[in-house]
Nanobody
Framework: QVRLVESGGGLVQPGGSLRLSCAASGFTFSQYPMNWYRQAPGKERGLVAGFTNGGSTHYADSVLGRFTISRDNAENAVHLQMNYLQPEDTAVYYC?????????WGQGTQVTVSS
């Protein structure tokens, strides 16, 4: 079955960096767009970055220029490099894909930005 497993979260000081990873299995990874979402306490889950069906990338305005999404089709993994992290980036980060209209989420990884 489809499985998405995130890793790489943690506590980081403002201005620091983290690299999140999502290991995917159970489907033909290279054929589907992959996305990162995040949800902060008391807020709705929102898109952070993702790949379109055509392979191009898109980002939320709030992370543009600081975060970079990448994928390794040989390793069935998608990554999110996060630089210049700020307290407002604190959230649970989720890996997501949609396969024939069915939504698949990972369990999430916590990112906390605090001094």
């Amino acid at each position: 079955q489809v499985r998405l497993v995130e890793s790489g979260g943690g506590l980081v000081q403002p201005g620091g960096s983290l690299r999140l990873s999502c290991a995917a299995s159970g489907f033909t990874f290279s054929q589907y767009p992959m996305n990162w979402y995040r949800q902060a306490p008391g807020k709705e889950r929102g898109l952070v970055a993702g790949f379109t069906n055509g392979g191009s990338t898109h980002y939320a305005d709030s992370v543009l220029g600081r975060f970079t999404i990448s994928r390794d089709n040989a390793e069935n993994a998608v990554h999110l490099q996060m630089n210049y992290l700020q307290p407002e980036d604190t959230a649970v980060y989720y890996c997501y894909t949609n396969i024939f209209g069915k939504h698949y989420w990972g369990q999430g990884t916590q990112v906390t930005v605090s001094s």
